[in-house]
């Protein structure tokens, strides 16, 4: 039996503890791995998540490089830094951190980082190895969730999973990674007809849809597990897409905001990097 608050914070930190033991060895081999992370423009949230990933590199002995750009960069003069860090043979990950401002083309840009450099998961080839459940970087979110659950005990396999959200960097790769699960899987959206009917069918919940306290109490079956991927800023603190006091009386398992998925998020792209440098230590 699983606590009731699904602890990603405490998770995260053994992951990182267990990653920073494998640094070291790969240092004795003198591989160091290095995560680039660029980011565009000066959105606060942005800032606040590029800043946590450096500390997480420091602390764990990854080299960390951040690229600030200016806002009005030119996708040409992005997609030349994506080409150099792709050539750099001390970067074993490159991370753009999004969202990027209008002007640019996200898939542009995503598609440039060589598959290999790949960390943040976001690549269509990365994408497809997730959908042929091949071996490739996992997106970091939809990947913590599924570490989360799995390191917290809860079974997935023969569940019933309901997916709210199908955006490309969270609701529809979590998606598949329940399916890889052999959990069956639901995906509902803005346009599903009757949400609160799929959402109270589900035994595991994920809940992705960018909006403040969405998901009431009614919209949940008893006993479901409920995993919260939502980040709102508002005055006395942060909060989900799920109304946390009332839903947590009836799951038997959920994530708070702060300290769920957030910092899963962060374990498991430093998890994809020491991947990906594992491979220059062979
Ligand atoms: N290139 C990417 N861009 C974005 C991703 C991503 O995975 N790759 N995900 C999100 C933002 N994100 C990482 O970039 C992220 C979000 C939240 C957290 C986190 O630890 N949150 C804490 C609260 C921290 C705070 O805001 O004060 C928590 O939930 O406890 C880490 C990373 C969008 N962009």
Known sequence: MQDKILDGKGVSAKIKEELAEEIKELQKKNVTPGLAVVLVGEDPASQVYVNMKEKTCNALGIVSRKHVLPEDVSEEKLLSMVDDL???????????????????????????????????????????????????????????????????????????????????????????????????????????????????????????????????ADMVKQGAVVVDVGIHRVEDGLKGDVAFEEVKEKASAITPVPGGVGPMTIAMLMSNTVKSARKRAI
């Not at 750099?88 to 440039?112: A, F, M, S, T, Y």
């Open 86 to 216: 792709n050539n750099d043979p001390e970067i074993d990950g490159i991370l753009v951190q999004l969202p990027l401002p209008g002007h640019i083309d996200e898939n542009k840009v995503l598609d440039r980082i060589k598959v290999e450099k790949d960390v943040d998961g976001f690549h269509p080839e990365s994408i497809g190895r997730v959908v042929l459940a091949q071996d490739g970087f996992r997106a970091a979110t939809p990947a913590g969730i599924i570490e989360l659950l799995k390191r917290s005990n809860v079974t997935l396999e023969g569940k019933e999973a309901v997916v709210l959200g199908r955006s490309n960097i969270v609701g529809k790769p979590v998606a598949l990674l329940l399916l890889n699960e052999n959990a069956t899987v639901t995906v509902a959206h803005s346009r599903t007809k009757d949400i609160a009917e799929v959402t109270r069918r589900a035994d595991i919940l994920v809940v992705a849809v960018g909006r403040k306290e969405m998901v009431t």
